[in-house]
């Protein structure tokens, strides 16, 4: 018997400019189900961060204006709750480990000064109680020495170490969701092994739901049980982690999981897409990867598909799914 | 933004000088300051020719601290009975030549030093900085007075004090960017290719730098103008000549305030005001063209303010998922994502 | 880790002090080539013969009968005894007599400035960056254009002018008695304020609008800070997220420019001081200037060094505490 814990149905951004309307996420649904990893994919622009901001309430009102019709974590209705209730949920029932660890912390308090907030606001501890629990905070997410560490300023602690403290931040009170965005990119690739494997067991062992938002697609099939593919503001698909990377539908998704370099890749050369992604101000028509895309036709480029639903559960956004296609040896 | 990219964007930005000049112009701000510099310029060249009377004639024994009138726009001083609007006018002259030619030999040496610092380093370094530090810590308004007395009251030992103490606010700053360019992969690949440091120097670093002189130099123009306004009040110009912060000496002196010939200090101070104020504009105007972020979000503001409804409510509808999309049969295609597939 | 950092400073700050002591000696000798030349009395009537035997008496009488490196030790060893020359005022006063006499009566002026520019300002430029692009922000901006366009002693005599001829709230000139007549009596304590009102507007104009704009530039940067995105992503208050957020962190540069004002707290009041004509220590180095008393300008401007050399080894100390990122290497 699965819960719902987060459910976003039909959420919009938009950022008014000067030069015109940005149409960060143009209707997007996510959901999330209790101990679940849900990943959201995409390259760099595609709305992934904002719509991080969003589930947590974050975005201001200027620059930003956004739309939704449903908003739930945990059954709660969050759609009209004021920004002081927010305060309430925010670190406690939902939480965000963001991307660099060095310039998310603040610089001139202490680490453990600053998971002890967290404690204080939300379970009203003491000074001395917090304390207790940051240290064991920090040692669950392996930070050696935590009692000494835990009087440390962020630029005396490693890159790794830092990322370990946003994660004990996160998951300081236990909250329903946590969500990582991209927990890993700023670190040298042997750190960010360890770093996903904290969060991971971490995730695991307490039973949260984890929203993980990233491009590197190592990180998803290590994690994630749900994927979800981003494309310039739209969802494109969402499946299964093993039939996502077994059998991708959309045309974007083969491409990203084909332009991964595996050591036991046949292939010759590099794999691109080519061209880059969409201009947030200046979106083609129709269908937003038609220009990138080797299937384009004509409905592509009048229309915008619908995010369809498969039989299997899957959903995918394309008149021309890769269904069809079965490899063809050489 | 972190330092070093807001560095790197204003050593990018902005075109070659003339570019700049256009861009100011455009900015409805820096239109203004433009305006009212080139003005006063005009002013101080064709001072001869604009001032209705010799400003240093005090032969007028019977026009002593006549109030604004037709004849004398700005009415004249009680001691000696010169004509404030004349005076105003060569005043000019006064504090624009000081202001620009100080600015210009302070950006010089400034830029010399602050480049020499960053890129060469070392002994170099350690040497300016440390030059730069005593100078700090000197106070400047007493040693001027100081030097003034020494060498002469002249406006050639203000400007060179001006120069000789000016220059290391600009080296500072122009050593920061260095430092950040220094760095940067075309200077690198410059010194790998084997390009000399004087080179590098001047064809690489120098024009890095160019937009970020040219800034600070309209800024501390603005800054020397006031200065040596103030140092005119306390008498420390060249005796013979008229400045505005002269006159505003002489209207307290003069008893202006006792006999409530308000014009006489309102005079001088406007044209200091505008002097400065101009080059100030021209300055934060090109400070907002290098980093657009400085432009603050009132203009975010004011867009909201403005902001359709209807207009917004379009653009989210236009997300929505059009019900009438079908996926169409399309035939067939040769995919090259594929695994497998090595050859084109 | 942090002493040897302190330890650091305070010798480079020595070096500094040192470096400056040696040009304070060398500067009036500059434009001449015999130093004592300042102080000869004119020939007037004398024959050469007698003028030469007063000139020797001269320099004898100024210590300038020794080489330059013997009077240089005589200079270092008055300054081990905080000996900073005797005036050529009437009397012999000692320099540091004078200065003593005076100082007090700039501080009234400065450091009451500096304070009520620094509560008003940070106050009124948080609140301009809380009001962010709305018209509290956009005042402040024009303000900081037209405040330095307009200089002090401009506002100075305007406000003379105003409020002290025309409406008469406030003495346009200061009281010449005010300072004999000083005996810390309640009233002799009104007539000082009274007296000290327009000045200390004049300058305080200025100094407000600064550290208004410094501080909105510095808390609208800090706000813009991933860390405080954290911090509303943690759910702490709001009021919790300015003070121990947004706030130590913005007002860190604030200490620097604090300090840079500082130093500049007594040299800076010069041209306020002659536009109402207050007995401090602008107006003391102003008459050194125009009687040419060297020593006491020397002194003065030994003085004014120094005190800028102790501030800001102070200010750097002090940031060193407030900043946990400050190391031992150099800050620039």
């Known amino acids: 018997m699965t819960d719902t814990v987060l459910e976003v149905r039909n959420l919009k951004v938009a950022f008014p400019s000067a030069g015109g309307v940005i149409r960060a996420v143009e209707g997007i649904d996510l959901v999330t189900e209790k101990g679940e990893c849900v990943a959201l994919v995409g390259e760099s622009g595609c709305g992934k961060s904002v719509t991080a901001l969003s589930v947590m309430k974050l975005l201001r009102t200027p620059p930003a204006v956004s739309r939704i019709d449903t908003h739930r974590l945990d059954g709660r209705d969050l759609t009209r709750l004021t920004d002081r209730e927010m305060e309430r949920i925010r670190g406690k029932d939902m939480a965000i480990i963001f991307q660099d660890a060095m310039t998310a912390l603040n610089p001139v308090m202490t680490v453990g000064k600053q998971i002890d907030e967290v404690y204080r606001r939300h379970l009203r501890l003491t000074k001395k109680e917090a304390r207790k629990r940051t240290v064991s905070a920090l040692k669950l997410v392996g930070v050696p020495e935590a009692r000494s560490r835990a009087n440390s300023y962020p630029h005396e602690l490693s890159g790794g170490m830092r990322q370990r403290v946003l994660i004990a931040l996160a998951f300081a009170c236990m909250p329903k969701l946590i969500i990582a965005d991209e927990p890993t990119t700023s670190l040298d690739v042997t750190i960010q092994a360890q770093v996903l494997d904290v969060l991971k067991s971490m995730q695991r062992e307490h039973d949260v739901s984890a929203l993980l938002i990233t491009h590197d697609l190592s990180v998803v099939a290590n994690m994630a049980n749900t994927v979800y593919v981003m494309y310039s503001g739209k969802i494109v698909e969402r499946a299964a982690l093993k039939e996502l990377f077994a059998e991708p539908l959309h045309p974007y998704t083969q491409g990203l999981l084909a332009s991964v370099p595996r050591l036991s890749d046949r292939k010759q050369a590099f794999v691109q897409i080519p061209d880059t992604v969409p201009h947030p101000l200046h979106k083609p028509s129709g269908c937003y990867f038609h220009p990138r895309c080797f299937r384009a036709g004509d409905p592509c480029r009048q229309r915008m598909p619908r995010l369809n639903g498969l039989e299997d559960g899957r959903q995918v956004r394309c008149f021309d799914p890769l269904r069809q296609e079965r490899e063809t040896p050489s | ?344 | 880790m942090k002493r040897s950092y302190v330890i650091k400073r305070i010798l480079y700050a020595v070096f500094i002090f040192f470096v400056v002591l040696t040009l304070n000696f060398f500067i009036p000798r500059l434009g001449v080539r015999d130093p004592a030349e300042r102080y000869y009395p004119p020939q007037g009537g004398m024959s050469d013969i007698e003028y030469k035997i007063i000139k020797q008496y001269t320099r004898e009488q100024y210590g300038f009968d020794v080489s330059t490196f013997q009077q240089y030790i005589r200079y270092l060893q008055g300054l081990a005894h905080l000996d900073l020359g005797t005036s050529l005022r009437p009397g012999s006063p000692k320099v540091v007599d004078l200065i003593g006499q005076r100082l007090p009566w700039t501080l009234v002026l400065s450091v009451t400035t500096l304070i009520i520019s620094l509560i008003i300002g940070l106050l009124f430029g948080t609140l301009a960056a809380w009001r962010r692009g709305r018209w509290q922000d956009t005042m402040l901006l024009n303000a900081s254009t037209i405040s330095i366009a307009l200089p002090s002693f401009f506002i100075a005599l305007m406000l003379s002018f105003y409020l002290g001829f025309k409406l008469e709230l406030f003495p346009a000139y200061t009281n010449p008695n005010m300072v004999a007549q000083f005996d810390w009596s309640w009233k002799a304590m009104q007539v000082v304020l009274n007296n000290a009102a327009l000045p200390i507007m004049s300058m305080a104009l200025g100094g407000i609008v600064g550290y208004s704009q410094s501080t909105r530039n510095s808390v609208i940067a800090v706000t813009n800070e991933d860390f405080v995105i954290t911090a509303r992503a943690k759910g702490l208050s709001h009021t919790t997220i300015l003070y121990k957020h947004v706030l130590r962190n913005a007002l860190l540069p604030l200490a620097t420019s604090i300090g840079m004002s500082i130093s500049g707290l007594i040299g800076g009041a010069i041209i306020i001081e002659r536009v109402f004509n207050w007995q401090g220590m602008g107006t003391l180095f102003l008459e050194a200037n125009s009687t040419n008393d060297y020593p006491l300008m020397m002194g003065i401007m030994l003085f004014l060094s120094t005190f800028a050399i102790l501030a800001n080894l102070i200010t750097e100390l002090f940031y060193a505490i407030l900043d946990p990122r400050v190391t031992v290497g150099d800050r620039r």
């Open chain 2, 1 to 344: 933004m972190s330092k070093r990219r807001v560095l790197l964007q204003v050593a990018r930005r902005g075109g070659s000088i003339l570019t700049l000049f256009k861009k100011v112009w455009q900015h409805p701000k820096g239109r203004v300051g433009l305006i009212i510099a080139g003005f006063l310029v005009l002013v101080a060249v064709l001072a001869p020719v604009l001032a209705p009377y010799d400003p240093y004639d005090v032969t007028q024994r019977a026009a002593k601290g006549l109030r604004p009138s037709w004849q004398h726009p700005l009415g004249t001083t009680i001691t000696t009975g010169q004509d404030i609007l004349s005076m105003l006018i060569y005043g000019s002259r006064v504090s624009l030549a000081i202001g620009l030619s100080a600015g210009l030999a302070l950006a010089f040496l400034g830029a010399l030093m602050g480049v020499m610092a960053g890129y060469i380093g070392g002994f170099a370094d350690n040497l300016i900085m440390r030059i730069v530090d005593v100078l700090l810590v000197i106070p400047t308004l007493p040693l001027i007075i100081v030097l003034t007395n020494l060498l002469g009251r002249s406006y050639v030992v203000i400007v060179l004090v001006f120069v000789a103490f000016g220059w290391t606010g600009l080296a500072r700053v122009i050593r920061s960017l260095v430092l950040v360019l220094k760095n940067s992969n075309y200077v690198k690949a410059a010194e790998l290719a084997g390009a000399s440091r004087w080179y590098v120097m001047t064809k690489h670093i120098l024009p890095g730098t160019s937009h970020l002189i040219i800034m600070n130099t309209t800024l501390t123009c603005a800054g020397i103008m006031v200065a040596e306004a103030g140092l005119s009040f306390l008498g420390l110009g060249d005796p013979t000549a008229i400045s505005w912060g002269k006159m505003l000496a002489e209207a307290q002196g003069g008893g202006a305030l006792l006999f409530g010939a308000w014009w006489w200090i309102l005079a001088p101070g406007a044209g200091i005001f505008l002097a400065v104020f101009s080059f100030m504009r021209i300055g934060l105007v090109m400070e907002e063209i290098f980093n657009p972020r400085m432009k603050t979000s009132s203009s975010i503001h004011k867009l909201f303010k403005h902001l359709n409804n209807t207009y917004l409510d379009e653009v989210f509808r236009s997300m929505e998922d059009d019900e009438a999309a079908e996926p169409a049969e399309q035939p067939v295609r040769v995919n090259p994502f594929a695994a497998g597939s090595g050859h084109d």
